[in-house]
């Protein structure tokens, strides 16, 4: 028996050990998963009822309050959990089963009450709230806010560093911002040295996100939380190397890879004024997001949302600060990943590079044109193409003349442009590749016999039973990305079909009411179409609006400055289905169905000028929903506090704005951020009660 026989034997008992290890470790971890996904699962069927009710009967509000009780509940056992994984306390895993039980227990009883018609009340002990920053807290917790908080940033790299840090502890307070602090103090040597492989990729390739994350220290520290350049450093790359196996196999599963995000955009002909218009959706667990209007001293302004203000979102883990969609005041807009995981590039290729996140900020700042963008990205290393879209560069960039979604970036190159799923001026994008040359990807190696290719849907799995993630790692790659790419195929025919239809008509409002339509679940019984998706993986019909939607963006960039960007946090409707039976997300806290829009022009103050602009246009229209409108009892009074929840926050952003000529520098630039953030704010509740009064449209009804 030869001596590296035994290596090799002794490596893969090994690393069975490892797994094991991890997996005893991580069972709590492992048992809230499954146990959280069966809460969200009741909670979005209770929100679905809740959506079929008219907003003025007297029962609506009282039942969200009840859904949002349970929301709360929802995340705060999901923070305890992270607590927990990361200190190890028995107190947090203690508080995080409890509050795991309060929201299983709440959804059940509020799912049953809706159901059976009753108008009778929940009974339920409401959190105690209050307000660190902009956020609300309950007890210690942080919720996500409902409306997305915008952050301005301006001047140099560094400086822009220092101010992103700065304004996202005065939103959240410095619980969010925390997580991060101290963490690279518990690096060994191996893990520092992986973070300098990371960060000569970024000398290389975007030497101003190390400017960045030297001024994101610094802001931190000079607000109170100690941070070092290294641990902002790890936010845009991690401290792991590299990925050698396809998904990264061997490790425990306790994050993953989100099921369904979208994106979609139309150009030329297809538009009603052939400018871009594009739209897409960020489907992860909604977690503490900001959107970036960025005035660097060099290059281009542009405006980028993150899924994650730090880089972690629940379930998923580090993002890298990836994010989607953004756009520059050139008229490029980065629409989408463009497809994720897709692996194409063969083994040999992968390793260190710039992760998405930084990718994207690059290329929105310095190329004026989707083939720029297109040419930059096909010159980065492949880098870290064994997980997930967050790792590598490339995605879905379009302009007025040109869109493109990058699929593989070596050996071979597939660039996917529109007309080959029978576009004209469109391009649409979910979870998985579409080009016929994606079965080229080594995973797909002893499976060809079980996909098929369709010329709108791409490719999909003929044989599909789903997996769970809790025993994914003892599941064949082809398995797992069986369950992504047969969702998306479902979801790229319903962004073919209603792009197609509206050819030549699409604008920024037909592409919100497309997110307004529901996916539409088989018929029968819950618990039987559940377990029988568990055998067959038929689920109905899937649509890129569901609720698992954390972010909906709609956007019209320009060449100058009049490009435009509006945002959602949540779905755009109460009461989507969702895609599968047992999600990881959605519903989210106090969801609105509603934009905040914003327009990139030549500087600050005349983003908060537009955007004040647009707050008072829709307090007027929310004004005259309601007239000659009879609306009694409870829902009165809530709509009511809407209108007056309104006003308010425009009052504010008056305040703060009035009084911009008595301050200077970073203080201007926080203030003109805050101002902007209450009109954002008043823009939102403004059309929650003009849509409590008068639906949004909806496209019409196709057969997807």
Not at 416 to 422: C, F
Request: some cysteine.
């Amino acid at each position: 028996m030869s001596p590296s026989y035994i290596t090799r034997r002794s490596a893969r008992s090994t690393s069975r050990i490892a797994v094991v290890f991890n997996l005893l470790k991580n069972l709590n971890v492992l048992k809230l998963i499954s146990a959280h996904e069966k809460v969200h699962s009741l909670l979005v069927r209770a929100n679905m009822e809740i959506g079929k009710l008219d907003p003025c009967h007297p029962v609506f509000f009282q039942r969200i309050d009840e859904l949002n009780q349970a929301v709360i509940d929802l995340m705060k056992s999901k923070w305890y959990t992270d607590m927990a994984t990361s200190s190890g306390k028995k107190s947090f895993w203690r508080m995080a089963f409890s509050a795991k039980n309060r929201a299983l227990s709440l959804g059940q009883k509020l799912l049953t009450v809706l159901e059976g018609g009753s108008d009778e009340p929940v009974a339920f002990a409401p959190a105690r709230l209050h307000l660190v920053g902009e956020t609300t807290y309950a007890d210690n917790v942080p919720l996500v806010p409902e409306i997305n908080p915008i952050v301005v940033l301006q001047g140099s790299d560094f400086e822009m560093g220092c101010q992103y840090a700065q304004q996202v502890i005065e939103i959240f307070g410095p619980a969010v911002m925390g997580r991060k602090a101290g963490r690279s103090a518990q690096f060994n040597k191996d893990d520092l040295a992986c973070l300098a492989k990371w960060e000569q990729q970024l000398e290389r390739h975007a030497p101003e996100i190390l400017e960045m994350a030297r001024g994101w220290a610094a802001g931190a520290s000079e607000a109170g939380l100690s941070m070092s350049y290294e641990d902002a450093l790890d936010i845009w790359t991690g401290h792991a190397p590299p990925a050698r196996k396809y998904l990264g196999r061997g490790e425990l599963p306790t994050q993953m890879i989100p099921l369904a995000c979208s994106g979609l955009a139309a150009w030329g002909s297809a538009t009603s004024d052939d400018r871009l218009v594009a739209a897409s959706s960020g489907d992860h667990d909604c977690t503490h997001m900001v959107t970036i209007v960025a005035f660097p001293e060099t290059g281009n302004n542009y405006v980028y949302s993150t899924f994650s203000a730090i880089g972690d979102v629940p379930v998923v883990g580090n993002c890298y600060m990836m994010g989607h969609p953004g756009m520059n005041n050139k008229g490029l807009a980065y629409v989408h990943h463009g497809g994720a995981p897709k692996m194409i590039e063969p083994r040999s290729e992968w390793g260190y590079g710039i992760r998405r996140g930084a990718s994207v900020l690059h290329n929105l700042r310095f190329t004026n044109s989707a083939v720029e963008a297109r040419d930059l990205d096909l010159s980065y290393p492949i880098g870290d193409a064994g997980k997930d879209a967050a790792g590598a560069a490339g995605g879905f960039y379009a302009d007025s003349s040109y869109g493109f979604v990058i699929e593989s970036r070596r050996d071979p190159i597939i660039v996917r442009e529109a007309g080959l799923m029978g576009e004209t001026d469109f391009l649409y994008a979910n979870n998985s590749p579409l080009h016929p040359e994606a079965s080229r990807a080594g995973w797909r190696a002893g499976y060809q016999d079980q996909w098929e290719w369709d010329e709108h849907a791409g490719w999909y799995p003929k044989p599909f039973k789903p997996v769970k993630v809790t025993s994914s790692w003892r599941t064949p790659v082809n398995a797992i990305l069986s369950l992504m790419y047969s969702n998306s195929a479902g979801r790229n025919r319903f962004a073919y079909r209603f792009l197609n239809a509206a050819r030549g008509k699409i604008d920024l409002e037909y592409l919100k009411s497309i997110y307004r339509v529901s996916g539409r679940l088989p018929p029968g019984d819950f618990e039987q179409i559940a377990a029988q998706y568990e055998q067959t993986g038929e689920w109905g019909q899937p649509a890129i609006g569901h609720a698992g939607n954390a972010l909906v963006n709609v956007l019209m960039p320009d060449d100058g400055n009049e490009g435009f960007f509006a945002q959602c946090v949540g779905p755009v409707a109460r009461g989507l289905a969702a895609n599968i039976p047992y999600p990881h997300s959605g519903p989210t806290y106090n969801e609105t169905n509603a934009f905040w829009q914003i327009k990139l022009a030549e500087n600050p103050e005349s983003v908060l000028a537009d955007a004040r602009a647009l707050a008072e246009k829709y307090l007027f229209d929310a004004e005259a929903s309601l007239s000659g409108c009879e609306i009694n009892g409870a829902a009165e009074e809530r709509i009511a506090n809407l209108f007056d929840a309104a006003q308010q926050e425009l009052l504010a952003g008056d305040k703060t704005a009035d009084n911009l000529d008595q301050v200077t520098g970073r203080a201007w630039l926080y203030a003109t951020s805050r101002a902007i953030r209450a009109y954002t704010r008043a823009q939102v509740r403004a059309q929650q009660v003009t849509q409590a009064v008068t639906k949004p449209p909806r496209p019409a009804e196709i057969d997807f």
